[in-house]
């Protein structure tokens, strides 16, 4: 099994910045997809943005292009997100995700493990 723990939320104000990590434990992830869902508050759960195995491919929720990149660094065990731009309506608990499959998906029953959640906040 792997183990993903989400870190790097907290409170930023609209226009400014942050960077989440995944890290994961357990097993390398070199063979992952790996994706980022938020869900806010009264809110269903919603993709973010996915990665394949290296990083080659990559797919974006249309709210979030050309402002958030996913990233992941398989020697470090570890995937990112740096979110740019940030809008209040980007507030929401921020989910990483991971499947042993090859072909990113965009959807929640696309992926089986999954972390606790870092929150983020961005005040207007």
Do not use: H
Request: proline share 1%; with cysteine.
């Amino acid at each position: 099994q792997v183990q993903l723990v989400e870190s790097g939320g907290g409170l930023v104000q609209a226009g400014g910045s942050l960077r989440l990590s995944c890290a994961a434990s357990g097993r390398t992830i070199s063979s992952y997809i790996m994706g980022w869902f938020r869900q806010g508050t009264g809110k269903e759960r919603e993709f973010v943005a996915g990665i394949s195995w290296s990083g080659d491919r990559t797919a974006y929720a249309d709210s979030v292009k050309g402002r958030f990149t996913i990233a992941r660094d398989n020697a470090k065990n570890t995937m990112y997100l740096q979110m740019n731009t940030l809008k209040p309506e980007d507030t929401a608990v921020y989910y990483c995700a991971a499947k042993q499959r090859l072909r990113v998906v965009t959807t929640i029953d696309g992926y089986d493990y999954w972390g606790q959640g870092t929150q983020v906040t961005v005040s207007a």
